[in-house]
């Protein structure tokens, strides 16, 4: 389970091992949106982009999902799926500061950097399991917590996802 604040801090975005998404309400004291993710596994992590307008979730199932949550039918028809880059299961997620970059770290010790407008680009080669990722506000180095200690990576020496 983990949870994550909006950065106005009155929503907070909640992901659980029974794959569930739910979103609470801080003003109102609810949960707003309660539902299945369609994951096919664990949903291990989430994170709000600065806007409010997009939550991703990671899972173990080796994917991320994008859910606009200004788009009214994300409740219906589901999180756009991202599926490329991780043969592992997928520990953490975030965004940078803008929005525009996406980061993700896998158990197969891969980190996943996805421009959110075209692409996605892959390090590999992490001595142990990714389990979070962070982007700095200058969007230049990616923080990287293995099992034991922090790496740091620059963003220009990602490489282009191929599969």
Do not use: P
């Not at 909006?6 to 609810?30: F, G, I, N, P």
């Not at 043969?87 to 975030?94: A, F, M, R, T, Y």
């Amino acid at each position: 389970t983990r949870c994550r604040f909006d950065s106005q801090s009155q929503r907070v975005a909640s992901v659980s091992a029974d794959r569930s998404l739910k979103l609470w309400d801080l003003l109102a004291l609810k949960t707003t949106v309660s539902l299945d993710s369609n994951h096919g596994n664990v949903v291990s992590d989430c994170c709000f982009a600065s806007s409010g307008r997009f939550v991703c979730t990671a899972s173990w199932d080796k994917t991320l999902k994008l859910w606009d949550l200004q788009a009214g039918g994300f409740q219906t028809h589901g999180g756009t799926t991202l599926q490329r880059g991780h043969k592992g299961s997928v520990s953490s997620c975030s965004f940078s500061a803008d929005a525009d970059l996406l980061v993700s770290g896998s158990y197969d010790r891969t980190v996943a950097l996805w421009d959110t407008s075209c692409c996605c680009f892959l390090s590999q080669g992490h001595s142990d399991w990714v389990t979070d990722v962070l982007v700095s506000a200058d969007r230049k180095l990616v923080a990287v917590t293995l099992f034991e200690f922090i790496a740091f990576e620059n963003v220009c020496q990602f490489q282009f996802c191929t599969s």
